[in-house]
Structures are given as structure tokens and as C-alpha cells.
């Protein structure tokens, strides 16, 4: 069972971003959050290369933009406390773990653009 869902590990975190998003918005309907899972899905069931190749760099384009927003947003905290810690911390887990896995997305779809 690991075996098999160790090659769509990003994509899986991806469409969890993706879910969470969607319970965030308190929006049954959201079209944004009900194509991205259609794109999601069907990348896992498809494995087609140019579409991994432009998700990857979708996600990793976006996280670098956020990267800066979260640098905005913790330029506005006057003092160190408990908030500005706990965005800190959740800010670069979060970030950082999409970067890693938008750039092993990227490479895996390269190899497989490769042969």
C-alpha cells in the first residue's frame, strides 16, 4: 500500500491543501476548489508529464509569491510574540514543505519528460 502512494505523495498533499481550502471557505460550490481537485485527480490517474510540469511550477510559483506575502505579513508585527511566532512556524513549515514537494513533482515529471 505505501508503494503505491509513495509516487503521488505531492500531488496527495496538494489535494489536502486543496480540501482544506475548501472547508475554509465555508463555500459548498466552489468552482476554484472543485477544478483544482479535477486537475489533481486526474493527474494522479493519468500521469501525464506536461500536465506535472505545469502544476509543479504553478505550485512552486505561487509558494514563492506566498513566501513574500508571509515576509509582508510578519514586517506588520511591531513586537516578537506568541502570534508572530506561530505564523513564523506554520508559515515556513507549510511553505517549505510545498517547495520541497513542487520541486520533486518538477523533477519527476522532467525524468519523465526526459525518456
Known amino acids: 500500500m505505501l508503494k503505491k502512494i509513495k509516487p503521488h505523495i505531492s500531488e496527495?498533499?496538494?489535494i489536502a491543501s486543496v480540501i482544506y481550502y475548501w472547508v475554509l471557505t465555508a463555500n459548498l460550490l466552489n468552482p476554484f476548489a472543485i477544478?483544482?481537485?479535477a486537475v489533481l485527480a486526474y493527474q494522479i490517474v493519468n500521469?501525464?508529464?506536461t500536465l506535472g510540469l505545469i502544476i509543479s511550477i504553478t505550485v512552486i510559483a505561487l509558494?514563492?509569491?506566498l513566501v513574500l506575502a508571509l515576509?509582508?505579513?510578519l514586517s506588520e508585527f511591531e513586537?516578537?510574540?506568541q502570534?508572530?511566532?506561530n505564523l513564523l512556524i506554520f508559515g515556513i513549515l507549510y511553505l517549505g514543505t510545498n517547495l520541497v514537494?513542487?520541486?520533486t513533482m518538477l523533477v519527476k515529471y522532467l525524468k519523465q519528460k526526459m525518456i
Open 79 to 81: 513586537v516578537a510574540n
Open 47 to 49: 500521469k501525464k508529464a
Open 83 to 85: 502570534n508572530y511566532t
Open 12 to 14: 496527495l498533499f496538494l
Open 71 to 73: 515576509f509582508s505579513e
Open 35 to 37: 477544478g483544482l481537485l
Open 101 to 103: 514537494l513542487g520541486g
Open 63 to 65: 509558494t514563492l509569491f
